[in-house]
């Protein structure tokens, strides 16, 4: 008797390994998926312009990595506390307009760099419900009077020729996943999230089935109708639960990964536990011997970037001998 019903994705037609570099944009669920990925030691830069919910911002945010013009003192706008911009995470804000400046134009460098490097792109659909500003579809609304601002959802053909036009432009060439973010947006009301949700699925299926190199995995599928229970959710019943999220990224660790990735992982993420572990005798003989081991280990692996755990190894070594 089976009282759950298990998701079995299709073959992953490129897998993801560690001689890949990767270039994630999206959701907050894209940003955790990536922070596993990085934590695993896979070449991955996300979200260079911070998080990114709707479909029209993450491809605005593609289009500016590929162009690489500088960010324009007139893009901006100040709240009477920071100068902001409407495409840009709040993180990138300041009081200082030439401070906001750099900062941006640094994360627009580093997405221009991580795209022009990267041949996997992982791309998370957060919602189809926008908020347009001047006639322009924003990434973060900085919480600026609703007034200011249309809502509205986007069309699924919008969407599909919006990426269309990427797909065949800077994004050629390169293997891109997509995924809809499980995260639930409850500000919409349940029919407007489901709505939401199942018009980024509908464009996510048109571009996998138009396009060779796109390729759908379904995470929100695995969170709602796998695990289906929400025991899943955390307290505010919109994020997945940390069990959640776990079993999700095994998920992905079975279906995308490469073989040669999935034989390495175990020792990689137990190599990056070693270094999280505190000892109960710091100074002892046996912790020493257990911090040599440790760097005996990483270098079995030349490749990866174990640098800040080498150096914590070494440091270990020095200050106890």
Not at 5 to 25: D, S
Not at 85 to 104: I, V
Not at 159 to 183: H, N
């Amino acid at each position: 008797m089976k009282f759950r019903t298990e998701i079995e994705p299709a073959p992953a037609r490129a897998a993801i390994g560690y001689g890949n570099r990767i270039l994630a944009l999206g959701s907050c669920f894209a940003a955790t998926l990536s922070e596993r990925l990085s934590r695993a030691k896979f070449h991955i830069s996300a979200n260079p312009s911070g998080v990114l919910f709707n479909p029209l911002s993450i491809a605005r945010a593609i289009r500016s990595y590929a162009d690489a013009g500088p960010v324009c003192r007139e893009e901006l706008f100040s709240d009477g506390e920071c100068w902001r911009h409407y495409a840009f995470h709040g993180d990138f804000s300041d009081p200082d307009p030439d401070e906001a400046l750099r900062r941006m134009n640094a994360a627009r460098q580093a997405g221009a760099e991580a795209l022009r490097g990267a041949d996997r792109v992982i791309l998370t659909f957060g919602t189809a419900w926008v908020f347009e500003h001047d006639g322009e579809v924003v990434a973060n609304c900085h919480r600026q009077p609703a007034a200011e601002f249309v809502r509205r959802r986007l069309r699924v053909g919008e969407i599909v020729e919006a990426f269309a036009q990427l797909i065949e432009g800077p994004l050629a060439g390169k293997e891109i996943l997509l995924t809809v973010s499980p995260v639930r947006h409850l500000a919409d009301g349940l029919a407007g999230n489901s709505l939401s949700k199942a018009t980024l699925r509908v464009a996510a299926g048109e571009l996998s089935e138009r396009f060779e190199t796109v390729s759908y995995y379904p995470a929100f599928e695995i969170l709602t109708d796998d695990l289906r229970d929400y025991r899943f959710y955390a307290e505010d019943l919109v994020h997945p639960a940390p069990q959640a999220v776990e079993y999700i990224w095994e998920r992905v660790a079975a279906d995308l990964l490469s073989e040669e990735a999935r034989r390495m992982l175990p020792e990689v993420e137990a190599l990056v536990a070693a270094a999280a572990h505190r000892p109960r005798h710091p100074h002892g003989e046996e912790h020493r011997a257990f911090c040599r081991q440790q760097l005996q280990r990483i270098a079995a692996f030349p490749e990866l970037d174990f640098r800040s755990e080498a150096e914590y190894f070494r440091r270990c070594i020095e200050i106890n001998s």
